[in-house]
């Protein structure tokens, strides 16, 4: 994942944002799906059961109140200026709609009364049947009673028979064989009962989901068999190890006091690498000591210079001559080197070398590998031999000591030191109490600002990819490679080494117009990636902590839970609030406050801190472009989508409604002209309008029609080409490290090249 993200980001610097590879495809012979970025299914496993706590924390602590003692409430949003003015038509239909209501209502309320004296006629019934009831008691005590005495005769009857030996009742050794052959017989027509009712939805994720099963049993047995061969190979094997290292480190050392002046020598601590640092500092000694014998050999072997005659000078490198040209000069190293090549090197070593010849993607069953797993336990920083070694090194450690303090005694020093006086101790400083992460966290949750997200993939992002898009030079980035680029955000945060390694990421920016699906996205990055998800949007944070110090402290605080609850995303709507222009923006929130300490903590993350700050804008015009660079490291343009598209959008969310796929002479191609310009959240509110649940009702007997989509499209106002162009040339003034690159910025690249080119010929001329 690491090097496919190093790829990615060298293919940006030389070509730039969001290149087209169509030309490639063709090339290749290979279909457009082959571009399209696959999240792991890890990603989303190994964070399940961690995702699920927080948000059964979270359903408990949205329940308890908040430190003024008021329950948190959903941020509450304004509609009226969304809300077009009100038509004739739409104030007859509300007038016409009030007077069947209350004709209704009059109806209900008559046959309501009718059904309330009917249950006081049943009422009346019901009492004078209630003699009856004891009547019904007496006869059902008689018959139990005689079942009962009955029962119990004939038990009698037959024990007093079975004592004079004339019993004739079957051995029940009999009776248990008679009763399984019936209940084998029975057997296979109950399971048939059984399983006729069963209904797969989904054969794939069936068979996923028993193998999922099937995996986790044998990770089970896996880690139950660990358990036991560990303790066994510490109790059979691990005396014997012990002493074999301890006494091959006692022969070293005794050998260093030999070869030495008899001292003892000084053992690394554990910190150093003890008696690894010890056997490897010999290894050294030693080498030293044979290249300092093969010196001194060749010296004696070589020939001495006879009376005063001098050693022969050594030969001088002679200077190149004129007109032949001087050593050649070694080709440039590539800078940027790769960070991961020797990682996969690495594990494809280990691959071949212990999992080729025993690996098997077709078996399933296939369990773990006896030989594998004792040496696994054997080698490694936490296998068994290093556990042995430690003790071993803490044995060696307290005999040296023993040894030194012997022969201290032995020979104690001839002058004693004057003891000096005790300089008094400072009393040492309580340390300060910082509160846990957990009570901040109750804190962010009860404020909503730590919120569940809605369970949406990437996938969910639909759109298709531009075929011809080197040939029509688009200017925009089509809603393919935008979920392609949010992938690799799930890629980049997937694990903690990939993200130390992986070229940096510490905030992204979407902007485009409402109803886009920004804030979609960022919910589906958080879901695949198992992400604590923090919402400092101004519909949540504007009244809250509105002093400076406050907000200082709460994004400290938020920060804090983020780098221990990795991974986290912080998410805020409206950037453009934040990072407001003068005399811009006058009529939203003004939230300049949080732009300090945003800064200031965005500069402390570590390469280790799996932290990402994502912001949405949909007028970006309004924020400072001058803060850009400062607060974001990409900049996504979420765009309109085109013909092809729109036709996978409405046949998707058409499908999803009436649960069943569309039929085929269904007219997509106009619906898909007729939709241009309007946004995927507006054909979302058309689709969910025309097919609700009366019309789902009759979809067999009426199919939908195109008409019907049309009228309700027609009262919802599109994005206006002024709006779009607006849009445009706002991405236009962007650095280039924030936008695709058009073809005036490639005709100037181009440009740029061929003057260089001009400027190195004279003087190559020159030279020769």
């Known amino acids: 994942m690491g090097r496919i993200l190093e790829v990615k980001a060298l293919v940006n610097t030389l070509l730039g944002e969001y290149s087209e590879f169509d030309d490639v495809l063709i090339d290749l012979k290979l279909d457009p799906t082959a571009l399209e970025l696959r999240t792991p299914h890890f990603i989303i496993e190994d964070n399940d059961k961690e995702k699920r706590r927080r948000e059964i924390l979270l359903d408990v602590l949205r329940k308890r109140p908040n430190s003024n003692g008021d329950y948190r409430s959903e941020p509450v949003i304004d509609t009226k200026k969304s809300q077009p003015a ?12 009030n007077e069947r209501a209350r004709q209704g209502r009059k109806l209900a309320r008559s046959k309501y009364d009718q059904k309330l004296s009917e249950e006081r006629k049943q009422h009346q019934k019901k009492e004078e049947s209630e003699s009856l009831i004891d009547e019904a008691a007496v006869k059902i005590q008689k018959v139990f009673r005689g079942y009962y005495w009955r029962k119990r005769v004939a038990r009698e009857k037959q024990e007093e028979a079975k004592f004079i030996g004339m019993s004739t009742e079957e051995p029940k050794q009999t009776k248990k064989k008679a009763k399984d052959v019936s209940v084998e017989d029975s057997s296979p027509t109950i399971e048939y009962e059984e399983t006729r009712e069963v209904k797969i939805v989904n054969a794939e994720n069936l068979g996923r989901a028993k193998r999922k099963i099937k995996q ?4 089970r047995e896996l880690e139950e068999q660990r358990v036991r061969l560990r303790a066994k190979i510490l109790e059979d094997e691990g005396p014997h190890m012990m002493e074999e290292m301890h006494d091959a480190l006692m022969e070293q050392i005794l050998l260093y006091r030999q070869e030495g002046d008899g001292g003892i020598p000084s ?6 690498g003890g008696s690894k640092a010890f056997m490897q500092n010999i290894m050294n000694a030693t080498e030293e000591q044979k290249k300092l014998l093969q010196e001194q050999k060749q010296q004696a072997n070589q020939p001495k210079p006879k009376g005063n005659q001098k050693a022969p000078p050594k030969p001088k490198p002679k200077p190149p001559t004129k007109g032949k040209e001087g050593p050649v000069e070694e080709e440039p190293k590539f800078k ?4 991961f090549i020797a990682n996969i090197a690495n594990i494809l070593k280990s691959f071949v070398e212990k999992w080729r010849d025993r690996y098997s993607s077709l078996d399933f069953d296939q369990k773990y590998d006896p030989l594998l797993l004792r040496k696994e336990l054997m080698e490694g920083d936490s296998g068994i031999e290093e556990e042995i070694r430690k003790k071993v ?4 450690r307290e005999e040296l000591e023993n040894i030194r303090m012997q022969l201290e ?6 002058r004693e030191t004057k003891p000096g006086k005790p300089q008094p101790t400072k009393p040492e400083k309580e340390p300060v109490k910082v509160p846990n992460s957990e009570a901040f966290f109750s804190e962010l949750a009860s404020l909503g600002i730590i919120n569940k997200v809605p369970p949406k993939k990437l996938d969910s992002y639909i759109g298709e990819n531009r075929l011809i898009g080197s040939i029509l030079e688009w200017e925009e980035p089509s809603i393919f490679q935008i979920r392609n680029f949010c992938k690799e955000i799930v890629l980049y945060m997937s694990t903690p080494n990939v993200h130390k390694l992986a070229p940096l990421l510490r905030s992204v920016m979407f902007y485009g117009h409402k109803g886009t699906g920004k804030t979609s996205l960022v919910h589906s990055i958080a879901h695949e990636l198992g992400a604590l998800f923090f919402d400092l949007s101004p519909a949540i944070t504007q009244n809250i902590n509105t002093e400076q110090s406050e907000t200082t402290t709460m994004i400290a605080k938020i920060f804090r839970v983020a780098k221990e609850m990795q991974p986290a995303i912080i998410y805020i709507d409206d950037f453009d609030t934040v990072i407001k222009g003068k005399g811009k923006g006058k009529t939203k929130p003004n939230m300049k406050r949080f732009r300090k300490p945003l800064v200031t903590q965005m500069k402390a993350l570590a390469p280790e801190d799996r932290i990402l700050i994502v912001g949405s804008m949909d007028e970006p015009w309004d924020a400072d472009p001058a803060l850009f660079d400062e607060f974001f490291d990409k900049m996504v343009y979420t765009t309109l989508p085109d013909y092809a598209s ?11 409604r009436i649960g069943k796929p569309l039929r085929e002479d269904f007219d997509l191609h106009t619906l898909a002209h007729i939709a241009t310009n309007y946004t995927v959240s507006n054909i979302k509110l058309i689709c969910d309008s025309v097919l609700n649940e009366r019309r789902l009702k009759k979809i067999i007997e009426r199919p939908i029609e195109l008409e019907e989509f049309i009228s309700p499209l027609s009262k919802i106002d599109p994005i206006y080409k002024q709006d779009d ?12 490290k924030y936008r695709k690159k058009t073809k005036e910025d490639k005709d100037k690249e181009k440009q740029e090249l061929e003057a260089k080119l001009a400027e190195s010929k004279p003087t190559n001329n020159r030279r020769r």
């Open 86 to 97: 009100m038509t004739i038509n739409q104030a007859i239909l509300i007038i016409q709609t």
């Open 216 to 219: 986790a049993d044998n990770k």
């Open 267 to 272: 053992f690394p601590s554990e910190a150093e």
């Open 336 to 339: 940027d080197e790769s960070k």
């Open 393 to 396: 090194d803490k044995q060696i």
């Open 409 to 414: 005694s032995e020979n104690p020093p001839k």
């Open 646 to 656: 729109y036709r996978m959008i409405w046949k998707a969310f058409i499908e999803e």
């Open 725 to 736: 162009l607006k849009m445009k040339q706002f991405t236009q003034k962007l650095p280039l």
